[in-house]
């Protein structure tokens, strides 16, 4: 069965600081992995993707197939980035999407 | 193109009564996937909906069901509401491609009292 693990419900770091959220991955095959953002008052949407391999509003990440890890980077917090972010794996064909508990990132001023 | 639209916005109902959740897919999205959010349990898989069949279901009790019609809109139905159902309902929707992302709908705050 396939998981998504985010071990931090909630991530404080100040402004200008580097950011890490943390993704653990279990699955045998080769998954897509993304990374959801979800602003205040505003509807889940898509952050980045693996596949894509491009830098989104300064985050990047990168599939570590193995240590199973997507860990979503950014060198420079903004108070703007505050939010709820969630990883999530999609295995393809018929397989749900599978998404982490998530990660709450406060950017302190 | 529209995006993935849910009604009602919110909701209160009592204990013991039951619901009907709506969201329409982007056009020409075939799946539809529910989620029930919540602070302490983040997002939860509740099912999914492809050309009308139940593709894929999360381990929620029966009291949680729900439909795709043929022009893909998808119905929710939540029955003998407790007070541990109260959460947001996000509805989400993915193109054909069986590694497409999902497009979230705004979602349905229910709050059960």
């Known amino acids: 069965a396939q998981r998504v693990t985010q071990p931090e419900k909630l991530l404080s770091v100040f402004k200008g600081a580097p950011v890490e959220l943390k993704c653990n991955y279990s699955?045998?095959?080769?998954?897509?992995l993304f990374w959801y953002v979800q602003y205040s008052r505003q509807r889940l949407q898509l952050l980045l993707r693996?596949?894509s391999r491009e830098s989104i509003k300064g985050f990047t990440a990168d599939l570590n197939k193995g240590e199973t890890s997507f860990h979503l980077k950014k060198p420079f917090a903004q108070e703007e980035d505050s939010a709820m972010y969630y990883c999530?794996?999609?295995?393809?064909?018929?397989?749900?999407?599978?998404f982490g508990t998530g990660t709450k990132l406060q950017v302190i001023p | 193109k529209a995006g993935v639209t849910q009604t009602p916005r919110y909701l209160i109902k009592t204990r013991g009564q039951q619901v009907t959740l709506s969201c329409s897919p982007i056009?020409?999205?075939?799946?539809v996937s529910w989620y029930q959010q919540t602070p302490g349990q983040g997002l939860q898989f509740l099912f999914e909906y492809f050309s009308e069949t139940q593709r894929n279901k999360g381990n929620f009790p029966g009291r949680f069901s729900g439909r795709q019609f043929s022009n893909s809109r998808s119905e929710m139905n939540v029955s003998t509401l407790e007070l541990g159902d109260s959460a947001l309902y996000l509805c989400a929707s993915r193109d054909q491609g069986d590694r497409a992302e999902a497009f979230f709908g705004q979602g349905t705050r229910l709050t059960v009292v």
């Open positions: 056009s020409g999205h075939r799946s």
């Open positions: 999530a794996l999609n295995s393809g064909g018929y397989q749900k999407v599978t």
């Open positions: 693996h596949i």
């Open positions: 699955y045998s095959g080769s998954p897509e």
